[in-house]
């Protein structure tokens, strides 16, 4: 009989480091250990979101320290849905849907390499003036992707041509994910000299771009276009 799943929410000084056992009905027990280089990813965050629709627009974010490899999505729409207009941060021909989930290392240096993947170290990225200059709202997807850590029980043996007949495998991948709102002009989201600095747009929890409540936040307009947006796309 299936059983439904309980979604429970991260703290936001929640860690995944130290020891996990994973039990099961008819599995053995699983249990591994995660160090400090294995926790949560740092969140996506967003300095610069810079131009309307119909203009060039800049972004900018901060460097995810254990990041592999960057890569983008934006769609766009109108409400009556005649025409869906998407973009990606590829240099090459790519649809993009497929990498916006998990990619290995192996496959994120090769993809960096082709030029489809954006290196680590690179913060910024300009969207071509005219993309979404029809469109009725846009909205940008991001995925910093990370490491992936695999146990197993006994030990994989050093030796290639050792006989091994694992009794439990077990792999944990991490990534993180932001999602921002385009065509309203945020500019520079960072911090200026003698100002405090104002929110960003830091995923919370499941790793879309939540801004703060306060009716004095520059990023209210996202809220209101996030609105708008919802009703274009349904998300």
């Not at 991260?10 to 249990?31: M, Q, R």
């Not at 929890?205 to 409540?213: H, N, R, V």
Request: proline share 9%; with cysteine; aromatic share 8%.
């Amino acid at each position: 009989m299936a059983q439904s799943r309980n979604k429970v929410q991260v703290p936001g000084d929640g860690s995944l480091a130290g020891n996990h056992l994973i039990k099961g009905n008819y599995t053995p027990d699983i249990g591994f250990s995660l160090d400090q280089r294995q926790d949560f990813m740092e969140p996506v965050v967003f300095t610069r979101a810079e131009g309307g629709l119909a203009d060039v627009i800049r972004l900018e974010w901060r460097t995810v320290p254990t990041a592999t490899g960057y890569f983008m999505m934006a769609t766009g729409g109108s409400g009556n849905a005649k025409e869906v207009v998407m973009w990606n941060s590829s240099e090459q021909q790519e649809m993009g849907s497929g990498l916006m989930s998990y990619v290995s290392p192996g496959t994120v240096q090769k993809y960096i390499k082709e030029k489809v993947v954006l290196p680590p170290e690179v913060t910024s990225c300009t969207i071509p003036k005219g993309i979404f200059k029809a469109a009725e709202g846009a909205v940008l997807s991001f995925i910093a992707y990370g490491n992936e850590a695999n146990f197993a029980q006994p030990p994989k043996p050093a030796d290639p041509k050792a006989p091994w007949n694992p009794i439990w495998t077990a792999k944990v991948r991490f990534k993180s994910t932001g999602m921002l709102p385009l065509g309203m002009d945020m500019g520079d989201m960072g911090a200026k000299p003698g100002e405090e600095k104002p929110a960003t747009a830091e995923p919370k929890g499941d790793g879309q771009a939540q801004p703060g409540t306060d009716e004095s936040n520059p990023m209210k307009g996202v809220m209101d276009g996030a609105k708008k947006l919802k009703g274009i796309f349904g998300f």
